[in-house]
């Protein structure tokens, strides 16, 4: 059979370059499942509205299910000449059905049918993005539990500041990627209207009814304005930058457990099941799945950008352009998910070194702030106590010990209001109770917090 779309205004065949260049089948294939559901919901409602009878809907339904199987079971030939799903599955069922197979792309079109088999792609797959992520949260939010008291070094700079706790730690990137989840819901919500009875740009003659598609499909209802439903990408790029969003989270969270499992810090030890070995050292063990995690940051990114670059400027309606919308997403949907099972598994399997963790508090005088606060309280101006503090810190240093260590008496010495009572100020894990403001590290605050994602996990549970 000739293709499909090359009607009688063709006289001679396509070239072989042009169908290399013009043909998408050999990605836009990922989308055979959402393009026979398409298919056999437009076939229902044409008989439903009696475009069709009831038995050409059936049997149009029996045939698509027919390529679906045969797709399935690797039987289904993919050939670049058909050019995309869309004709290779119309065309298959031609052959199986005859006639009442030409009947099906009536009152439809390749861009209304492309626009709702991608957003079909789109919404089933920001749902398993969005239970991934929610797995991830329940996961940071267990590990938390166990370690409101552990103390670690809190950053700035990459330099020690403050002690805080590895709960704490655990549940700033629980508060990350709970916006994840709640992007991916808001997307969700936003894009789930209907495509489907837009055809071309302008709608169609037919009595067709886009209620009736947009139900049996499961979305809310019909898109409103058909010239812009078969223009409109922003499903796919609200996808791609929620990908890219959800990375910048697991790229900081893989370049810290990559500092984290060095020889200098160990703070965690990452499991030998999620650690590579090096070809020549026998000694080394590496990081090569937080590595990668941090590396597909780049290609997510890359994703957005094009696809951006690509419906820029772009007049209404449909353009070929267009085709160029669905490797990049497809690519970041892939990512994405293996990348988010994999951060999980490292994360539940990896050693907590909670030793490491305290004895790195008491490297740089992490509770400075306290002693500073101390005076204040007592009295004194706080560039006044920044000063003492700092005479503090320099004898600490001199003295050799970290600043919650050095005795009473010689900090007595440096300033009449400081007291007996500074050791218990100056004490590391006092220090980090003593942040209870809403939000702060103290164990009180954590158990809130740690509260807050109970429910959160409640109220956001996977069906
Ligand atoms: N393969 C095309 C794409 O992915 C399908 C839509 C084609 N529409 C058209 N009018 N040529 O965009």
Not at 28 to 57: C, F, N, P, V
Not at 170 to 184: E, I, N, Q, V
Not at 188 to 202: D, T
Not at 429 to 437: F, Q
């Amino acid at each position: 059979m000739a293709q499909l779309s090359r009607s009688g205004r063709f006289s001679e065949e396509a070239t072989a370059l042009l169908n290399d260049f013009n043909s998408s089948i050999m990605f836009d294939r990922e989308l055979y499942r959402y393009d026979i559901q398409g298919s056999i919901a437009h076939a229902k409602m044409l008989a439903k509205t009696g475009i069709l009878t009831q038995d050409e809907a059936k049997s149009l339904e029996i045939a698509l299910l027919t390529v679906q199987n045969e797709i399935e079971n690797g039987e289904f030939e993919f050939k670049i000449e058909d050019e995309d799903i869309h004709m290779a599955v119309e065309k298959r069922l031609i052959a199986l059905i005859g006639d009442t197979g030409k009947k099906l792309h009536t009152a439809r079109s390749r861009n209304d049918q492309v626009a709702v088999d991608f957003r079909l792609y789109v919404q089933d797959k920001t749902k398993t993005l969005t239970s991934l992520v929610y797995t991830l949260v329940e996961s940071l939010h267990s590990i938390a539990k166990e370690h409101k008291a552990t103390l670690l070094p809190g950053m700035t700079h990459l330099q020690h500041a403050q002690p805080i706790s590895f709960a704490y730690h655990m549940l700033a990137y629980a508060s990350m990627f709970s916006r994840d989840h709640s992007r991916l819901e808001a997307s969700f919500e936003r894009n789930n209207f209907s495509p489907l009875g837009c055809a071309a740009l302008a709608g169609t003659p037919h009595p067709i009814n886009r209620d009736v598609t947009a139900a049996t499909l499961g979305f809310k209802g019909p898109t409103v304005n058909c010239l812009d439903t078969v223009s409109d990408r922003d499903f796919a790029l609200e996808m791609l930058f929620n990908i890219s969003m959800m990375f910048v989270h697991i790229s900081r969270m893989a370049e810290e457990l990559i500092i984290w499992s060095s020889s200098e810090f160990r703070f965690v030890t990452i499991s030998d099941q999620y650690s590579t070995g090096s070809s020549i050292m026998p000694q080394k063990k590496n990081p090569d799945v937080a590595e990668l995690l941090r590396g597909k940051t780049g290609r997510v990114y890359g994703n957005l950008i094009s696809l951006l670059t690509v419906m820029k400027a772009l007049p209404l309606a449909y353009n070929k352009d267009m085709q160029e919308d669905k490797e990049g997403v497809f690519d970041s949907v892939q990512t994405a998910e293996i990348s988010l099972k994999i951060l999980n598994e490292m994360l539940l399997t990896m050693t907590v070194n909670v030793e490491r963790m305290e004895a790195a508090c008491k490297i740089g005088h992490l509770s400075a702030t306290d002693l500073a606060d101390y005076l204040v309280e007592r009295g004194m101006p706080f560039r006044e106590a920044h000063f003492v503090t700092g005479k503090a810190v320099a004898l600490a240093e001199s003295e050799g010990v970290d600043l919650s260590e050095l005795p009473a008496d010689k900090l007595k010495a440096l300033d009449a209001l400081i007291g007996d009572d500074v050791t218990a100020f100056l004490n590391l894990r006092n220090s980090m109770n003593a942040r209870k403001s809403s939000g702060g590290t103290s164990e009180a605050s954590v158990q809130a917090q740690l509260d807050h994602f109970e429910k959160w996990l409640k109220s956001n549970v996977i069906q």
